[in-house]
Each structure stands twice: as C-alpha cells, then as structure tokens.
C-alpha cells in the first residue's frame, strides 16, 4: 500500500476540522451561512497554516448540494463536495501563479470565468502563490476583478502579500493567517497519533511542534518522519529519544554542561565539548539556537525565580532548579553580555565557512568578559 502523506491525508475537510486561525473560520462560515459570498477573497499568511486547505473548504461549502440555508458545513456526501475531495471538479480551477504567471495565463482563465459553472452555483478560481504573477498578468487579473461575473468566486493565496499590488489587495477581502500556537499544534498532532493507533511520550509532541516553526504542514511532516521509528516497536510508540535523535536535537542536561564550563573558566573543556555535540551530528544552528533559549531561561528566573510560561512547560522541576542555580553564578550585566555573544554567534554560523567558529569565538568571549 502507498504511504499518503499526513499532511495529505489529514487536510481539513470540515471548518470543524480546522485547528487555530479561528478569526478566519468564523468569519467564513459566517458569511455563508448567512449567503453573504465575496467574490473576491485574499488568504495570505506563511506557510503551511491552512490557506489552501481554507480556500478548499470555502469552495467546497459555498457549491454543497446538500448545505441548507444558515449552515455553513460541506456535507462531504454530494457530487459535488466528492468532487472537490477528489481533485476533480470541473467548476473549480486552481491555478498556480508560481508557473503560470503570464498574461497568456490570465487571459485564459478571464474566458474560462465568463463560461457559466457546469455542474453548480459558482464557478471557483484558487489563485495561488498570487504576489508571483507578473506585472501584465497582474493588470490583467484587475479588470476581472473589477467586474466580475456573477457567478465567479476568486480566492488568491499569498505567502507575501506586501509584494501584491495594493488595488489588488484591496479589491478583494482580506484575511491574514497566522503561525499556529504550539498548544494548536500539538493538540492536532495528538488527534494525529489517536487516529494511527500510536502512543507517545508528551515530551517528544513538544519537540516535534516547536520544530515546527509554526507551520501545521512541517509539523505533520516531522511526524510523518518519526513515524517510521514509532511503529517499528512491538507497540507503536513515539518515544522522545527518537525523535530528538531524528530531528538533530540537543538534550537541555548538554547544555546545562557546557554552561557549567564556562561559568567555571574552563575554556579548552568548554570548546572540546561544543566540538564533541558537533561531531554527534548536531547542527550549529540547533547548537547556537538550544545555547541562546538555555541562557535566555537562566536569564529569566534569575530576574523572577517564579517565572513561568508555556513554553516552559516541558522543562523539569530539576532542568529548572539547575538553571536557577547557574543564574546565582553570573551577574546579570555578564548574563546579558554573554547571551548577546551567543545571539551574535547564532546570526553568523549559517553563512561562516567553518560554521561551528562563531560559537567557539561565543565561548572563549564569555569566559574572557
Ligand atoms: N489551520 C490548520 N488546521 C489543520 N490543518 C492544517 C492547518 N493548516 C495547515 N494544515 C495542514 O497542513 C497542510 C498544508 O496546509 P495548506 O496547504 O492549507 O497550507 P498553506 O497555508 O496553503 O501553505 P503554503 O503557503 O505553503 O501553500 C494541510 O493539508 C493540513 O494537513
Ligand atoms: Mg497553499
Ligand atoms: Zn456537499
């Protein structure tokens, strides 16, 4: 059997189904339940926060067959909500402005909306990656937009909407997507697991959703990866040490080491340490980015022992007495001095030949100040 990517298979297919974003959905299925349809919509926002996925939904809920009068859900039953699950339904087009971005481009899609929809209420057109259209295509979009026809619905996708023309933006209305909430993130990641049948250690959610960055889509494929590791137990399980191992990432107690050697002068076991994590396969991105959120936290309890917030949440009751503890050892003046070391170092290791130098230069600086 083929593996369908999470990502894939598990696109929203409900507005119920949509995670976070929550300004937008209701917005949405406000307007259609009480059939007040745009006929232009923008969805712009970074990657992989549900802009496509939105744009599907909204197609999907303003052609339903079924859908009655102040609902605002797709039933996923009729011809044509089928249809658009299926990829195949004549009266919406999805076009991607990244490959077909001239004027010829526009032109056709112009005739192709003056063609009444075939098999329903409105004929849809998905406009993605929109900001890469070039300038003639773009004048061209804008007379259709001025006067569209009756029964055509544009939504255009944009991961860069401040490289849109703005009386194109203002034609159309606008919703901004945005990151999603690591609390959004894992909870949709749980349902994830429920579904496959896989348990999990808490702790391994955690990494994998701030390895996200935001994105649901790297967030699903991240678990897609680990995945592979968790059903090879005899019971499926995603176990923390996998994950970090998979994903490159660096235990808190290695950082906590190496703040200790610095803290105590020792600069040649300090750098033979950074050179041993990097020699284990950790990135001196993950490396300097792992030192500066270490510090940062030592920083803050030093400031407010009582400190808490939701990202500490995975930190334990002695990852953190042990950070409050090297807080006593540092002045703050010399904490701040040494974290905009590691901020400095962390700007520089992607584009420094010998990539783990900025961080060694971090190292022998804060023991020297
Ligand atoms: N808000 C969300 N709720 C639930 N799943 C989501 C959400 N956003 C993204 N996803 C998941 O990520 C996948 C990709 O999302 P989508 O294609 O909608 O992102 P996008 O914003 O269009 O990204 P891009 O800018 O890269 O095109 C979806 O198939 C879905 O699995
Ligand atoms: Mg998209
Ligand atoms: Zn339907």
Excluded: W
Aim: with cysteine.
């Amino acid at each position: 059997m083929s593996h369908l990517a999470l990502y894939r298979k598990y696109r929203p297919q409900k507005f119920s189904d949509f995670v976070g974003q929550k300004h937008v959905v209701e917005a949405i299925t406000g307007a259609i339940s009480q059939g007040t349809i745009s006929h232009a919509y923008l969805f712009d926002g970074p990657k992989g926060t549900g802009k496509t996925s939105m744009a599907r939904l909204l197609a999907k809920a303003i052609n339903c067959q079924n859908r009655k009068e102040g609902e605002s859900e797709p039933c996923n039953k009729c011809d044509s909500c089928l249809d658009i699950n299926n990829g195949r339904a004549i009266d919406l087009l999805e076009i991607d402005a990244a490959s077909n971005r001239g004027i010829d481009d526009i032109r056709q899609l112009r005739e192709d909306v003056n063609f009444r929809p075939v098999k329903s209420q409105y004929k849809i057109l998905i406009l993605d990656e929109s900001h890469r259209l070039t300038k003639d295509a773009v004048n061209a979009l804008l007379k259709t937009l001025e006067e569209p026809p009756a029964h055509a619905v544009f939504i255009l996708a944009t991961t860069e909407v401040y490289n849109m023309l703005p009386t194109i933006v203002s034609r159309c209305q606008r919703f901004d997507f945005h990151n999603l909430s690591l609390e959004d993130i894992k909870k949709q990641l749980m349902k994830i697991l429920k579904a496959e049948k896989v348990d999990y250690e808490p702790e391994a959610l955690s990494l994998i959703a701030q390895g996200a960055q935001g994105s649901m889509r790297n967030a699903e494929s991240l678990l897609d990866a680990c995945l592979t590791l968790a059903l090879a137990h005899e019971k499926p399980m995603l176990k923390v040490e996998e994950v970090r191992g998979l994903l490159g990432l660096i235990e808190v107690e290695k950082v906590a080491g190496l703040v200790d050697l610095m803290a105590e002068g020792k600069t040649g076991e300090a750098i033979a340490s950074l050179n041993e994590l990097s020699g284990q396969g950790i990135s001196p991105t993950e490396l300097s980015r792992s030192i500066v959120n270490y510090l940062r936290y030592v920083l803050l309890f030093q400031i407010n022992p009582e400190f808490d917030s939701f990202e500490m949440m995975d930190l334990s009751p002695e990852e953190k007495e042990k950070m409050k503890k090297q807080g006593q050892g540092f002045t703050q003046e010399k904490l701040c001095s040494i974290i905009d070391l590691f901020l400095e170092a962390q700007r520089k290791v992607d584009y420094s030949a010998i990539s783990l130098l900025p961080l060694e230069l971090a190292v022998v600086r804060s023991i020297e100040t």
